[in-house]
């Protein structure tokens, strides 16, 4: 299956496409970085399709703002991802709704040119894998309640370009890193979720990582653009948000765990993000630094 099943979509396709005909009436789904872009245009489909959606942004005014342009019904909550007070009370918020949750979407990130670190960790590591865990971790009996809970973690073609070990375990500062810190921790959220669809295992939940493609959104804001938006291969992003949204909702996929997603199709990733040991490691280091917060 992992080699020969072949969706009806590709690259082209909208997130508005492929959800076409799909009713997620009396279904909740959580989306981080909801105010704009790829988060903005998921919870904004999701929610077209009768979810509600629980948008988290860094601000109230952010996410208020964001929740209320969408049709439809949608919650706002603040999560400051590099804030491990913040991802409790976002998690504490959601789980006082005492609802399954069928979709939560790991979405928000970050990426900057220039080296930056908070609390002795690098910023991408921090923001982009290590809030989410400890979300993912915190809202897990949630996600486990729902009939079919899926978790969606959004990496990125940019894992590829990383040195051999993968994970910079022996300096997580990223001081010393020779590589692009944000291709470092898109391999730590394709391991995360590789780890963590293996922890799912004869339950009805899954976890799936999926590459959204080449999509000009304020992750930008920070840093160049490394290719052309005009050039080749370029997505809109309603066309950046359709692999998220069909692999956190299509039927077709309910038996998918474990799997990195590009294009609306299963992808091979790299040998390191099939690496199950590095991702057990990963997930066991992750655990031990937001330990106080679980």
Same mark, same amino acid.
């Given at each position: +299956? ?21 009713? *997620? ?8 970085? #909801? &105010? ?6 998921? +919870? ?13 942004? @860094?601000?109230?005014? %952010? /996410? ?27 998690? &504490?918020?959601?789980?006082? +709704? ?7 979407? !790991? ?12 609390? $002795? ?19 897990? &009996? ?7 809970? @899926? ?22 500062? $990223?001081?010393?890193? %020779? ?6 921790? %898109?391999?730590?959220? $394709?391991?995360? =979720? ?7 295992? /004869? ?5 799936? #990582?999926? $590459?959204? /493609?080449?999509?000009?959104? &304020? ?22 948000? =359709? ?10 996929? =309910? ?8 294009? !609306? ?7 390191? +993000? ?7 490691? *990963?997930?066991?280091?992750?655990? %031990? ?6």
């Amino acid at each position: +299956m992992r080699n020969t099943f072949r969706s009806p979509f590709d690259e082209t396709s909208t997130a508005e496409e492929v959800t076409a005909g799909i009713d *997620l009436t009396g279904k909740t789904a959580l989306v981080t970085g #909801c &105010n704009s872009g790829i988060g903005y245009e998921t +919870m904004r489909v999701l929610a077209l399709r009768g979810a509600h959606v629980i948008g988290t942004a @860094r601000t109230v005014e %952010k /996410g208020q703002e964001a929740c209320a342009s969408i049709e439809g019904r949608c919650t706002p909550v603040v999560l400051e991802l590099t804030d491990f007070d913040s991802v409790v009370g976002c998690a &504490n918020q959601v789980d006082a +709704m005492d609802v399954p949750l069928d979709i939560l979407i !790991c979405n928000a990130g970050v990426l900057y040119q220039e080296h930056r670190e908070k609390n $002795g960790l690098e910023l991408h590591f921090l923001v982009n894998h290590l809030g989410h865990f400890l979300l993912t971790r915190r809202l897990l &009996n949630r996600v486990l309640a729902a009939p079919q809970g @899926r978790v969606v973690i959004l990496g990125s073609q940019a894992h590829f370009s990383v040195p051999d070990q993968g994970i910079y375990f022996d300096d997580l500062s $990223g001081r010393t890193w %020779k590589t692009p810190a944000y291709a470092h921790s %898109k391999l730590a959220n $394709g391991l995360f =979720a590789l780890e963590l669809a293996r922890r799912f295992e /004869g339950t009805d939940a899954t976890s799936n #990582c999926v $590459g959204p /493609g080449k999509v000009v959104t &304020n992750i930008f804001r920070n840093a160049e653009i490394p290719w052309d938006e005009n050039g080749k291969n370029v997505k809109s992003i309603a066309q950046g948000a =359709a692999t998220t949204c069909y692999v956190a909702t299509s039927p077709e996929l =309910a038996a998918f765990n474990g799997y990195y997603f590009r294009d !609306c199709n299963p992808s091979e990733p790299s040998a390191l +993000m099939r690496d199950t040991e590095l991702a057990n490691r *990963l997930w066991d280091v992750s655990e %031990k630094l937001v330990s106080e917060y679980l």
